[in-house]
Every structure is written in C-alpha cells, then in structure tokens.
C-alpha cells in the first residue's frame, strides 16, 4: 500500500509523538520491502548474501534483517573490535573486509579462529596475521582482496577505489602461495569489490553532466572485472587451493553480480535502509527506510522555518548529495548557502506545505550506517507506531570507526 507524501507525514509524525527530538526512525515495513527486493535475484541464482555492518550499525537491525531469510551468510564488518563484537552478540561468521597491521587485532582474531576472516593484499598482512595465528597454535582466515578497477594506460587512468595492490591473476596466485607457505594462517576467500559499478550513482540530480559517462564506465567495467573473477576462481583451483568464499558486489550491483559463476556471495547493506544516495542509481527501486527527525522550532522569515540540528554530512567526495535532503513534510528544501547546520538547519517552505512550530521534520542522511553515528537509539516503527527500540552500536557505547 502506497501513501501519499501527506498521509506518510502524518503517520511517521504520530509514530513519534512523544518522543524527544532528534529520533532516528527505521521503518521496518520499509526495511522488509527491501530485502525482498535484494534477496530475489541471490536466491534466484543460487548464491549468499553477506549484510555489510558499515551500512546498518545496530546489531538488532542486523538481526532483523538477517532473519528475513536463509540466503544470508555471515556479515561483512570493518574493523576488527567490531566483528569481536557482533561475536560476542551471537553472530558466528563475520569477514572483516579492510586490513589491519595493528598486533592487537591480529591477537584478537588469533583469539576468534575460525569465527572471523579479514582481508589481506600485502606480505606483510600476512606475516602480521602469521605470527598471531601461529603464536595461539591456530589458523586465521584471510580472504584476498583484489581491486577490480578500470585501468587504462599502464594505470594512468584509473576508475575505481584505490585499496588494493592485488590486481591480476598472477598477484593473485603469488599472494595465495605465500599465505599457504605461513604458519598461522590460511587462505579462506577472495574478495572482488567492483566500487565502480556497485558504489557509483548514475542517475544523480547533483553531477547530472557525469550521469552518462558513468554509466559507460560501468558497462565497461563488467566484461574486465566478471573475466577477471572467472580467471582468479580457475587460477585457484588449478593451483589447488580450496577456497570457501568469493565474495563481490555491492547494492547498488546485486542484481548483475549475481549472474556470475565465480562469485559464491555478494554483499548488500545500504539498500536495505535505501540512505538517498541510493535514489541515484538506475534500476534500483527500494524505499527509504531511514529518517531522522528534528524540531521546527523558529519562522525566521514567511516561507522559511529552521530546525533544531540536522547537519550529519556525509562521508566521500565532497559535494551536496552528502549533505541530509529534507523527506517530510514533502517539498522543503536546504538553503545552498547553510546547508544542513550544526546546530540550526533553515529550510524554504513550499506555499500549501503548514509546518507549525514543534514539529518534527524528517530527513534522509545521504549514508545508511553514518546515521548511526549520531544517535544512541534506533526507533523502530511499523505504521503509526513504535513496535521497538534498540540501541545503535554508539549507543553500546562503541564506536568503532
Ligand atoms: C568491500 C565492500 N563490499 C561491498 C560494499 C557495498 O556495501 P553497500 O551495499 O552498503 O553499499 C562496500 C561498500 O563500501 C565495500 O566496501
């Protein structure tokens, strides 16, 4: 049942009543929607979905969504004193997807073997990992991470995140045989994270000039980066190593990366809260899920009311799409000139739009996990109401990143 901007204001604004300003909101009849939609084609193609943590950051919500259906498998987490965390909490496999060199993580995943792998794309990973693995008398899993980026002229021309060193079947190969040549670890994955399709909006209202090039970069991007998946997986099995996941995608490309025989997994997180980056991608119909609201508190001027707070901004290259765009009521706009304030957030009224003094105004945080930053507590609401209320990872007192 679709509402109308109008009815949807004033269900979410019932569902808070009460409440002290700013709440966060996950709409979990929102939430629900989502996953379905994420979860067709993995299931569709036989495959796993790993919930990426950065993009949810609230253990119950991570619960929630991992209960909606038997193809997820395992979160994928950022830092390792996260994923000793979500252990902690119950969760049994976790792939840290960034490096660490700090000998206390190591320690710490020497300590979680066989629980939890993390990536690794340098010898010196791998000594590090080594020591501690071997030191506990177990084996850490580490799951190479390759960069699937576009490269033109040697790599003068370069489309895609600059992470890791590992971009061929040959680096690859050379990076698995050290990691079965060192006590203390073993190979357990690979992953091939193609940010340039699955974290790049084309269909922007910010870069509309960038929209067209962006989608040539991702059509060119998928022949080179599914060969070089299907490559790696083979090079693999030639060289006898048995690996037990492949993991790649992201939710702006689940349902492309699906398609591949190499891939075992993909991993999704933001579209499951559909944060409003994720409007600026084609073919990808979720609904928002995430909000926060602030208090209408001042009229400074007819057809400007300015709000208490408001001004969580984005991680990423830095531009307006990163700043929070008003949901509800539908229609107000930031002013260019503030932006979304610290304290005081100025808003253009639309002629029709009533905002009386105290109301709560909704936004989307252009993110789905930073939200999670700012505030202690998710509300979780279903309709006009409040059906749970679970405390985000800052509101465990951890923040991790
Ligand atoms: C390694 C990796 N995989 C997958 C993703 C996709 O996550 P999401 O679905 O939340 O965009 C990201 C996001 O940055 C990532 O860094």
Same mark, same amino acid.
């Given at each position: 049942m679709s509402l109308s901007p109008a009815e949807d204001y004033r269900r979410l604004k019932a569902a808070v009543a009460g409440e002290a300003l700013p709440v966060a909101v996950v709409d979990l009849?929102? $939430?629900?929607?989502?996953?379905?939609?994420?979860?067709?084609?993995?299931?569709?193609?036989? =495959?796993?979905?790993? +919930?990426?943590? =950065?993009? $949810?950051?609230?253990?119950?919500?991570? =619960?929630?969504?991992?209960?909606?259906?038997?193809?997820?498998?395992?979160?994928?987490?950022?830092k390792v004193d996260e994923a000793a965390h979500l252990v902690a909490a119950g969760f049994d496999d976790v792939f840290v997807a960034y490096p660490s060199m700090a000998e206390r993580d190591a320690e710490t995943l020497a300590s979680l073997a066989p629980r939890v792998s993390i990536a690794v794309d340098d010898a010196e990973h791998v000594a590090r990992h080594g020591r501690a693995g071997a030191a506990a008398g177990v084996e850490i899993p580490l799951v190479i991470d390759v960069d699937m980026s576009l490269r033109w002229l040697g790599d003068?021309?370069?489309?895609? $995140?600059?992470?890791?060193?590992?971009?061929?079947?040959?680096?690859?190969? #050379?990076?698995?045989?050290? +990691?079965?040549?060192?006590?203390?670890?073993?190979?357990?994955?690979?992953?091939?994270?193609?940010?340039?399709?699955?974290?790049?909006?084309? #269909?922007?209202p910010y870069s509309r000039l960038l929209n067209l090039p962006k989608r040539g970069i991702k059509q060119l991007s998928r022949g080179p980066v599914a060969r070089l998946r299907r490559d790696i997986a083979e090079a693999l099995r030639a060289d006898g190593h048995a690996i037990t996941i492949f993991n790649g995608g992201g939710s702006g490309s689940v349902h492309w990366a699906t398609a591949e025989d190499a891939l075992t997994e993909v991993t999704a997180g933001s579209g499951f809260l559909d944060s409003h980056l994720f409007d600026y991608y084609r073919a990808l119909e979720l609904r928002p899920a995430v909000f926060f609201g602030v208090q209408a508190v001042r009229r400074p001027a007819p057809g400007i009311v300015t709000c208490h707070g408001g001004g969580y901004v984005a991680s990423g290259e830095a531009g307006r799409d990163r700043l929070p765009r008003p949901y509800l009521p539908a229609g107000l706009e930031l002013f260019d000139l503030e932006g979304a304030g610290e304290v005081q957030t100025p808003l253009s009224v639309p002629a029709g739009v009533e905002v009386a003094l105290g109301d709560p105004i909704f936004f989307r945080h252009a993110k789905a996990g930073e939200l999670a930053e700012h505030f202690a507590e998710y509300v979780f609401v279903r309709g006009d109401r409040i059906v749970e209320r679970a405390p985000t990872y800052r509101g465990e007192g951890r923040t991790f990143l």
């Open positions: 009849d929102a $939430v629900d929607a989502n996953v379905a939609r994420l979860v067709a084609p993995v299931r569709a193609a036989n =495959k796993h979905l790993r +919930i990426a943590s =950065k993009s $949810v950051r609230c253990v119950a919500l991570l =619960k929630h969504i991992m209960g909606l259906d038997d193809v997820f498998r395992g979160v994928m987490g950022f003068r021309v370069h489309l895609g $995140v600059r992470r890791s060193p590992i971009a061929d079947v040959d680096a690859v190969r #050379a990076l698995a045989a050290n +990691i079965r040549d060192t006590p203390g670890v073993k190979l357990h994955g690979v992953m091939g994270y193609e940010a340039q399709i699955a974290g790049m909006t084309d #269909a922007s």
